[in-house]
């Protein structure tokens, strides 16, 4: 599946997702479109071509797998990638530079961290060519404790698990779009 895989993720429709950070986009021919979409028997099927005057992906940061759909932020200019599996993909410009993770569902996305803020939460509402910053709020532990350290967010969907100190204990956050947007 190349080198250098930042994530690797499947859906329940049987596709796997691989997304890679620069050492392997730069050096390795199956990494070099930084996201690629895979069936279940490990053929290639699909890989990340920016339109054009589009940055190509250098390292995912960020990445969601829902069913049909796989969203990314990368680096260098942090847009969110929206990729279903017929290959359509639609990019937007987004407010946070660098999040770890995000939870996306029904015209909105989480984004964790990024700014160099790793507890904070930057939801948004999507149009079609952005991400519009809508609330920030402190991502806290349920007793109400900073979250101070994390390991890689997993998104899925309108979830976001997130593993702290402890690898026996992870936490889940959900998202819901608000009333009357």
Partial sequence: ??????????????????AYFDEGVYSDPISAA????????????WGYKP????????TVYAFN????VAWANY???????????????RLRSTP???????AVHEGHVTMLGGDRQPDRLHRCRLTEREALLVEEARLTLPNGAPLERYACPIGRG??????????RQWYVMSIQPPQGF
């Fill in 65 to 68: 797998v829902d069913d049909g």
């Fill in 75 to 89: 680096y260098p200019t942090f847009p969110l990638l929206e990729v279903r599996t017929n290959g359509e993909h």
């Fill in 158 to 167: 309108r979830h976001l698990y997130v593993r702290g100190t402890s690898p």
């Fill in 51 to 58: 339109p054009e005057g589009s940055e190509y992906i250098d």
């Fill in 34 to 45: 930084g996201l690629v979409r895979w069936d279940s028997g490990g053929n290639r099927q």
């Fill in 1 to 18: 599946m190349g080198r250098a895989v930042e994530f690797l993720m499947a859906d329940r429709r049987h596709h796997i997702w691989s």
């Fill in 96 to 102: 946070v530079a660098a999040p770890a993770g995000m």
